[in-house]
């Protein structure tokens, strides 16, 4: 093609999309003009057919009759909601109405306009005949332009999954804009060959050759009700093809009317990696809720505001979330007052802004609403912004913890439940010890009060928290690359944060005596293998040494300072089953309260001195297989030097514990 011919071409183009955007009413009144005329001309010609009569004769015989006849047609179809019809989305219906108002058109230029000649059938039927074709032809032409005028703009997509859900899929994908359907693949046997409204139904072993064979851009997944394995095996048999895969929602958010068949989706790293959920124990989600006062730290937070959305479910009475972030807690109460208002739900939802490290405000919280659950996941868990902010993250993570635990204890509330985390199993960064310093700071407490009953739940990364890779990694392929990972071996375990937020809420229901309960995290991760993933996923290639052409670039920049290759979830062996099947309980050594009442106290004073060194020190008396691998690198430490003031205001400190 020529650059004249091409110039021509988009010459039509423009100038038929001015016209497909003027006004609707504007475009009505060219329709009804068009049929108006077509009337004239039809009776004209159909007269002329039927009865040999001149041209000149019947026009000037029956012009008024014409006129009248091409009125009152116009006006009929009108009436009957034809200029209502989009042309772009021409059906069945609208054919059969065309078919309906050339009928009545041709039938009352017989009873009325002819009528002094006798009812004429062969006129009627000649009439009909060609007044549907100069009707209904133009407007599936129109169609069909207006399809191939924008088809070029359109996504070239293959459908996979040929049942319901995919052909509800293929209608309103016929009927959009944005994806223009190339062909369906389905595992069926079966299915393999047929046509589905003029669409082929292929093999997904011919996908090679669909796909640049139609030029395909995306493959939509319409298996609504596949298990979530099923659904593992067919993305990673799609992976290595150079198209963005996505798609449809889950079978039950459809049946809920929480989304249409036609809602696509990115596809989440989640849906590779997640496990098929287990139904949770109703008595053990329950139990401590149901009817209860319960208060959630750190809700506004990814696991904190997951855990407020599960939580409604078991019924409370009333739900306080805590947090120490104005805009995260808005967020999250906005959410569920929408939930508990469409939902017909009676929870009292209370916001509160605060910090767990004001005792005194703690206390009016619970003196106040008489809370009778905690679930504790305030912390400070970026294990870089710790490390620079020692002293904080101690503050926050274990004075914090001390001070919601020592409410719970004194205004007796029925359980406390402390959400740990991985990194506190022999740390090697200073997040982690603080998170293993809260846990003996519950252990000891549990002991030295029997009344007090807490579990400490500790699990490792949830997928889409606000410290995992996953969301980093999604926004490093939005802006082009490249995706950074710390080492090319290191490996995570991985979790939903529902699956995450249901099994804390019902371990946590499980201890007495602060049990630890360690979360079965499935199978390990390789960081480097979700980084490819991803990037495949998103319809791109990996730019390497192999491919220096790809689409994004993977770099290694280096452990990070605390960060180790492998997590651990255990610090002993001893751990026994439970009840529930992904929920283990470990028998962990710890100290006595009186021990870590002091350490408390020291660690108080040490953090106002902002003296990270004694802080190291005190950690390494805890006896916590705390592995500092580098040096200190919070920039406003100093160490503690031998003053008088530093000497005297330490002893202080000290003779009150």
Avoid at 6 to 13: L, V
Avoid at 164 to 181: M, N, P, S, T, V
Avoid at 469 to 474: G, I, K, N, T
Avoid at 610 to 623: G, R
């Amino acid at each position: 093609m020529n650059n004249k011919d091409e110039f021509s071409i988009n010459k039509i183009r423009n100038l038929a999309r001015g016209f497909f955007e003027l006004p609707r009413a504007h475009k009505t009144v060219v329709a009804m003009l068009y049929d108006f005329i077509l009337v004239c001309a039809t009776s004209i010609f159909a007269s002329y057919l039927t009865y040999k009569t001149a041209f000149p004769e019947i026009v000037l015989g029956q012009s008024n009759n014409i006129i009248l006849l091409a009125l009152l047609s116009v006006c009929t179809y009108f009436v009957l909601g034809l200029y209502k019809s989009i042309i772009r989305m021409i059906g069945e219906k609208t054919l059969f109405l065309i078919f309906l108002c050339t009928l009545l058109t041709a039938n009352a230029w017989e009873l009325w306009v002819s009528g002094t000649q006798g009812y004429n059938f062969n006129h009627a039927v000649v009439f009909w005949a060609i007044l549907t074709i100069t009707i209904g032809i133009p407007r599936l032409t129109v169609r069909s332009f207006v399809m191939r005028l924008n088809s070029h703009l359109k996504k070239r997509v293959i459908i996979y999954g040929a049942g319901q859900a995919g052909r509800q899929l293929a209608h309103a994908i016929k009927l959009g804009h944005e994806y223009q359907l190339a062909a369906f693949v389905d595992d069926h046997k079966d299915l393999h060959g047929s046509r589905i409204d003029n669409t082929t139904v292929y093999s997904p072993t011919e996908l090679e050759s669909l796909i640049p064979k139609y030029s395909v851009e995306r493959i939509l997944l319409a298996v609504p009700s596949a298990t979530r394995q099923r659904r593992n095996e067919i993305i990673a048999s799609l992976e290595h093809y150079p198209v963005k895969i996505k798609s449809i929602a889950d079978i039950s958010d459809i049946i809920s009317g929480k989304a249409q068949v036609d809602d696509i989706y990115d596809i989440d790293i989640e849906d590779i990696l997640g496990r098929e959920p287990v139904e949770p124990d109703h008595q053990l989600f329950t139990e401590h809720n149901e009817g209860k006062v319960v208060l959630v730290t750190g809700a506004g937070g990814s696991i904190g505001s997951e855990l407020c959305r599960q939580l409604i479910k078991s019924a409370p009475k009333q739900l306080i979330l805590l947090d120490v972030s104005e805009f995260a807690l808005y967020e999250i109460s906005q959410e569920l007052n929408r939930v508990i208002l469409i939902e017909e739900l009676s929870i009292d939802l209370v916001s509160t802004v605060g910090s767990v490290q004001n005792r005194l405000y703690l206390n009016s919280i619970f003196k106040h609403y008489n809370v009778d659950t905690v679930y504790h996941a305030a912390a400070y868990k970026h294990v870089p912004i710790v490390e620079h902010n020692i002293a904080q993250g101690f503050l926050n993570n274990v004075i914090g913890t001390w001070n919601i635990a020592t409410a719970s204890e004194q205004f007796n509330v029925e359980k406390f439940v402390l959400i740990s985390t991985d990194k506190a199993v022999r740390p090697t960064n200073f997040m982690g010890a603080s998170k293993r310093m809260a846990e003996l700071v519950i252990q000891a407490m549990s002991q030295n009060n029997a009344e007090f009953h807490c579990a400490i739940v500790r699990f490792g990364n949830v997928l889409g928290s606000s410290g995992s890779v996953v969301p980093l990694f999604r926004e490093q392929i939005k802006s082009g690359g490249p995706i950074t990972v710390t080492h090319r071996d290191v490996i995570r375990y991985f979790m939903t944060i529902p699956e995450a937020a249901q099994l804390v809420i019902q371990a946590g229901a499980m201890g007495k005596k602060a049990s630890v309960f360690v979360l079965d995290m499935g199978e390990p991760v390789k960081i480097s293998d979700l980084a490819e993933r991803m990037i495949k996923l998103s319809g791109l290639t990996i730019r390497n040494e192999a491919n220096p052409n790809g689409d994004i670039a993977i770099e290694y920049t280096g452990l990070r300072q605390g960060e180790k290759l492998y997590e651990e979830l255990l610090i002993g062996e001893d751990t026994t089953g439970t009840k529930h099947p992904r929920i283990l309980a470990a028998k962990e050594k710890f100290h006595s309260w009186e021990f870590m009442k002091e350490a408390l106290f020291r660690l108080q004073s040490y953090i106002d001195l902002n003296d990270i060194q004694s802080i190291f020190e005190l950690v390494e008396e805890l006896e916590i297989d705390f592995d500092q691998q580098y040096p200190i690198s919070d920039p406003l430490y100093s160490q503690l030097h031998a003053t008088t003031d530093n000497v005297i205001a330490l002893k202080t400190v000290l003779k009150n514990v």
